[in-house]
């Protein structure tokens, strides 16, 4: 995935492989939690990233703006199978370790397949800082510690719920879903 501006893409560059990818699992499962938690299957606009917003975006327009994903995998996810594209390293934005698109979404009391449910980052260490967050989404609107890894999770308006890192100091995971209706 390449992360674009206004004047053209962003250079790619090579990684070597994500560390922490069990830990990572367990974080956007309490991620996954925290975002079902904080909202019901109806869905309102939300913030997204490079392109993609969930409950928005298709899985013809990911395709378009990123191509095919360096990995495809199918889960099942309270009863329904569901796709997640993962673009990996070199097909990832500069920064960010990782990107995962998951696929299925409960919209108007009906389920699409092929809508976007969820945008998941996983940024290179030091890459969002606690004051970077701050200047691109401005103050959280709610804070939280997940219990079994003691990692600070914070909660931002436009549908961003982010993990910092064991330090508290950086982004470790960073997922982009619909808010839900009020």
Request: net charge positive.
């Amino acid at each position: 995935m390449r992360a674009r501006r206004a004047n053209g893409p962003v250079a790619r560059r090579g990684r070597s492989r994500v560390p922490g990818r069990v830990a990572g699992r367990g974080l956007v499962a309490i991620l996954l939690t925290l975002s079902v938690a904080l909202g019901a299957p109806r869905v309102a606009g939300a913030g997204g990233w490079g392109g993609v917003t969930p409950g928005e975006t298709t899985r013809r327009e990911v395709e378009a703006l990123y191509g095919k994903p360096g990995r495809e995998r199918n889960v099942v996810q309270e009863g329904r199978t569901v796709s997640e594209w993962t673009y990996l390293s070199d097909r990832s934005p500069t920064g960010v370790s990782r990107v995962v698109v998951a696929f299925g979404l409960i919209k108007d009391g009906q389920f699409l397949p092929d809508l976007v449910r969820a945008v998941t980052l996983y940024p290179d260490p030091g890459a969002f800082t606690v004051a970077a967050l701050r200047n691109g989404w401005g103050d959280p609107v709610a804070r939280g510690v997940d219990d079994s890894s003691g990692r600070t999770l914070l909660r931002y308006a436009e549908g961003l719920v982010v993990a910092l890192d064991q330090t508290g100091r950086f982004a470790e995971v960073m997922m982009f879903a619909p808010l839900p209706r009020r």
